[in-house]
């Protein structure tokens, strides 16, 4: 096992000075732990966050099209929806998708809405969580 | 002998940090971390001069080592193995 020449090895960074003995240990030995990212722990309280619309400070309101606060009732405007958005069926309305119990008409309000979210608003601490990279 | 050949990544797609014997990986294209402990290190290093199977690794890291152990060839196969699930390397 140990009787091959010394080489050297085509200039290498690598290439030890002296030859170190290295075990391989048994073939079941396992070398390799994986850590997953510390953001892939956050991503599911960040899913599970809640985006009302509208929020507390406009309730009973109607979603324009375009996302804006319009007095209830108004023609072609989405009304509330009965329960917070979670952060995963805002990330399915942000990808122009129709999350289950939502309204396909006015999914496009929706997520409208949750785009002109500010800081301080309800829910936008959620929204910018799902802007966050991986 | 011959079987599955695998490539790592380029060198700059990882970076390693050595831990009193074990390597902390941060493999960029993934994302992901990784504590591997020898032999992995140096499979990823033998793998870094081209494709190989278990057999050419193992002979590239006997021009660096003394390598210890039996069966050698089953346990660089299983770490390749190991080491394909991480994502540190895959097959061409």
């Known amino acids: 096992m140990s009787g091959t020449d010394n080489k050297e090895n085509g200039g290498s960074a690598f290439v030890p000075s002296r030859r170190t003995v290295l075990v391989l240990g048994a073939a079941a030995a396992s070398t390799v732990v994986t850590i997953r990212p510390a953001l892939a722990q956050t991503a599911g309280s960040v899913l599970n966050c809640q985006i009302p619309v509208p ?30 958005l979670n952060g995963e069926e805002a990330k399915v309305l942000l990808r122009g998708s129709t999350p289950a119990g939502v309204n396909p008409q006015s999914a496009q309000a929706y997520a409208n809405y949750i785009r002109r979210l500010q800081a301080g608003m309800s829910g936008f601490t959620c929204y910018a969580s799902l802007q966050m990279p991986r | 002998m011959t079987g599955a050949r695998y490539i790592a990544d380029p060198e700059e797609c990882v970076q ?3 831990l009193d014997g074990l390597s902390v990986l941060f493999h960029r294209p993934s994302g992901m971390t990784h504590i591997v402990a020898p032999p992995a290190p140096q499979i990823l290093e033998a793998l870094r001069m081209g494709p190989a ?40």
């Open chain 2, 16 to 18: 390693s940090v050595a």
């Open chain 1, 55 to 84: 929020g507390p400070h406009a309730a009973g309101s109607y979603i324009g099209p375009d996302g804006s606060l319009v007095a209830p009732g108004t023609p072609g405007a989405a009304p509330p929806l009965a329960r917070p």
């Open chain 2, 53 to 92: 199977d278990a057999g050419e690794i193992l002979a590239r890291m006997r021009a660096w080592y003394d390598l210890e152990g039996d069966e050698a060839a089953d346990a660089i196969e299983a770490r390749l193995e190991e080491l394909e699930a991480a994502g540190l390397v895959s097959r061409p």
